[in-house]
């Protein structure tokens, strides 16, 4: 599996971004989808994960209620709608495929491949 992370960008706090994740080569419509992000200094850290059929997402507790999860298997296609934004959410966000359970999508070392990221910077 090919991923492709794009959508990111310069935003001021409080707006809204959707990024996206373009998937080619591979079995991404029968794989976990995650999202992580890595800001400078910091390690990866895990933002959202969702199922094969989108039945069950799993959101990190610093994006709850501010960041959507979805995905377009017929396209290929995963998404990001991160809104609320915060100067503290500036990182590359990247997004990466498992064939792990659901329950392990926090962890970064659970998904075999990874896009390139996108960077989001968000001004105060």
């Known amino acids: 599996v090919q991923l492709q992370a794009s959508g990111g960008g310069l935003v001021q706090a409080g707006g809204s971004l959707r990024l996206s994740c373009t998937a080619s080569g591979g079995t991404f419509r029968t794989r976990v989808m995650g999202w992580f992000r890595q800001a400078p200094g910091n390690e990866r850290e895990f933002v959202a994960a969702m199922t094969s059929r989108g039945h069950v997402t799993r959101y990190g507790d610093s994006v709850k209620g501010r960041f959507t999860i979805s995905r377009d298997n017929a396209k290929n296609m995963g998404y990001l709608q991160v809104t609320s934004l915060k100067p503290e959410d500036t990182a590359v966000y990247y997004c990466?495929?498992?064939?792990?359970?659901?329950?392990?999508?926090?962890?970064?070392?659970?998904?075999?491949?990874w896009g390139q990221g996108t960077l989001v910077t968000v001004s105060s």
């Open positions: 990466a495929s498992s064939n792990r359970p659901i329950q392990l999508s926090h962890s970064a070392g659970v998904y075999d491949y």
